[in-house]
């Protein structure tokens, strides 16, 4: 069974369908216990990061979080929280991957946020099997996770960064596989098979 993290930072409908679509088991949850012993665990969420952690403190879900010893994948600012810290809010996060989140310095010519498809390079580990670089995904966000040992994939939006992190058991999207078409399911398909 696949844990669906809810705290309280939206996002879960989309995720919810995604995995329906694939035939997953899944459930929505905010219960340490259920989380804990869950097969799967997924953190999406859209936000400011310095709400999304303190939702997560407030549940009591942080040190959850940190013992988990199953796959996680976290979507968006399901990844930034388990950075070190974030420009947003000038927030400390979880720390269980080794990148800053910085916000996206504006231009005239580089929109922020960054919204829409993108392409992923660099791609490597077990969740981008089947997947090449240059296959598009989609993004919707004004702040990324520096380059850092635990990156897996990048894009470029003015500068490159971390499109995917990976350290140990965790695992981070910066972009929506659940809304980024076949890419994303196969992508999601991999995180199941982990």
Avoid at 49 to 67: F, H, K, S, Y
Avoid at 70 to 93: A, N, Y
Avoid at 112 to 140: A, C, Q
Wanted: charged fraction near 20%; hydrophobic fraction near 40%.
């Amino acid at each position: 069974m696949i844990a669906i993290i809810d705290y309280k930072m939206g996002n879960l409908r989309s995720v919810e369908n995604a995995l329906r679509r694939l035939g997953a088991d899944f459930c929505v949850t905010a219960d340490a216990a259920v989380i804990r012993s869950a097969d799967k665990v997924l953190l999406p969420g859209v936000g400011h990061c310095g709400e999304a952690m303190q939702n997560l403190r407030d549940a009591g879900l942080i040190p959850v979080l940190r013992q988990l010893r199953q796959p996680v994948l976290g979507i968006c600012v399901g990844l930034q929280v388990l950075c070190r810290d974030s420009e947003e809010g000038d927030t400390e996060c979880i720390g269980i991957f080794d990148s800053h989140v910085k916000r996206f310095t504006p231009t005239p010519v580089l929109k922020i946020p960054h919204m829409g498809w993108n392409t992923l390079e660099n791609t490597e580990k077990k969740i981008f099997d089947g997947i090449r670089s240059g296959e598009s995904v989609y993004y919707v966000h004004s702040y990324y996770p520096t380059l850092c040992p635990d990156t897996i994939a990048t894009t470029t939006h003015g500068v490159m960064f971390s499109a995917a992190l990976k350290y140990e058991q965790f695992h981070g999207t910066q972009f929506h596989p659940e809304k980024s078409g076949d890419v994303g399911e196969r992508i999601l398909q991999n995180f199941l098979k982990l």
